[in-house]
């Protein structure tokens, strides 16, 4: 389902191995660069970590942390511990060096998938690919559905904010061809 932050949970998550695990590296991709890292969007996963990193209070700052050494475009390192969080993008998505975790953001739209797989399976053995659906035929969708991967799904029924008449409208809208 979207609009519940699973993307923000992630970074979450990575955020708090990275201030407390010794040399703990994460990986974030994307179909696009923008979607990755894009100074002041918000809608990009290292806007949402650093937003997250600047607003702990100066005590859970890594000594020797500053902006203009250890913030980088699509990187964040701890100079207290050696942990990182890195990007890639589209089509290099797992060409970087090795990591203990890579997210796979909107995994059901990255353009070459299989190419992505291949890349990823030698760089982690721990993938998290976060996407909603974009039909039955493609490789995240297989990969959700073939029973071999573990799965989460979150369905709208479980989003508090949303009711059989909240889905009826979007049902409507999406088939009548409006944008919602």
């Keep these: 389902t979207r609009e519940v932050g699973i993307t923000w949970i992630c970074c979450a998550d990575a955020l708090h191995d990275w201030l407390f695990i010794p040399g703990f590296s994460a990986g974030f991709g994307s179909r696009k660069e923008m979607y990755v890292d894009r100074l002041g969007d918000m809608d990009s996963i290292f ?17 020797g942390f500053r902006r203009s050494d250890h913030d980088g475009v699509m990187k964040i390192l701890n100079p207290t511990n050696g942990a990182s969080i890195t990007g890639e993008s589209g089509d290099e998505i797992g060409r970087g ?14 353009e070459h998938p299989e190419s992505v797989d291949r890349s990823l399976a030698k760089t982690t053995n721990v993938r998290i690919y976060v996407s909603t659906p974009n039909g039955p035929g493609n490789p995240f969708a297989q990969k959700a559905l073939g029973g071999v991967w573990p799965l989460f ?7 508090p904010r949303k009711d059989d008449e909240w889905y009826a409208y979007q049902r409507d809208v999406e088939y009548a061809g409006d944008p919602v």
């Excluded at 990193?53 to 890594?62: E, G, K, R, S, V």
């Excluded at 060096?97 to 990255?110: L, P, Q, T, Y």
């Excluded at 799904?153 to 989003?159: A, G, N, R, T, Y």
């Design 47 to 63: 806007e949402k970590i650093l937003f997250m990193l600047y607003a702990l209070p100066d005590w859970m700052t890594p000594k």
């Design 97 to 110: 060096g090795r990591k203990g975790i890579f997210f796979v953001d909107e995994a059901a739209r990255i």
């Design 153 to 159: 799904l979150f369905s709208w029924e479980q989003d």
